[in-house]
């Protein structure tokens, strides 16, 4: 049974850090690529980050870039985001994803798992 689960998201002020991370069992972790998604209260769920099954590819949506930074670690199993300079718009549930090829791409749909999702609440 594969599991993916979220932890890290909290409430931080605007211009704060965050590390989410998302600890995936029961799959070849090294044979999926990652992603992570979010989504705010009214709004469909959007592209943030990706990264390829070796972690040598990544791609970020425009509105991350610069200030979001995705990691993995195929010993531990787990996937990372590293959120800087957040602002109130970055407030979200955060969800991480595997996909089966080497790199995920920005579409939600060609994903194969998803996990439960973590809080992440920006105040100004």
């Known amino acids: 049974q594969v599991q993916l689960v979220e932890s890290g998201g909290g409430l931080v002020q605007a211009g704060g850090s965050l590390r989410l991370s998302c600890a995936a069992s029961g799959l070849t972790f090294v044979t999926y690529a990652m992603g992570w998604f979010r989504q705010a209260p009214g709004k469909e769920r959007e592209f943030v980050a990706t990264?390829?099954?070796?972690?040598?590819?990544?791609a970020y949506a425009d509105s991350v870039k610069g200030r979001f930074m995705i990691s993995r670690d195929n010993a531990k199993n787990t996937v990372y985001l590293q959120m800087t300079s957040l602002k109130p718009e970055d407030s979200a549930v955060y969800y991480c994803?595997?996909?089966?090829?080497?790199?995920?791409?920005?579409?939600?749909?060609?994903?194969?798992?998803w996990g439960r999702g973590t809080q992440v609440t920006v105040s100004s």
């Open positions: 990264i390829s099954r070796k972690g040598g590819i990544t």
């Open positions: 994803a595997s996909r089966y090829t080497v790199i995920g791409g920005p579409s939600g749909d060609a994903y194969d798992y």
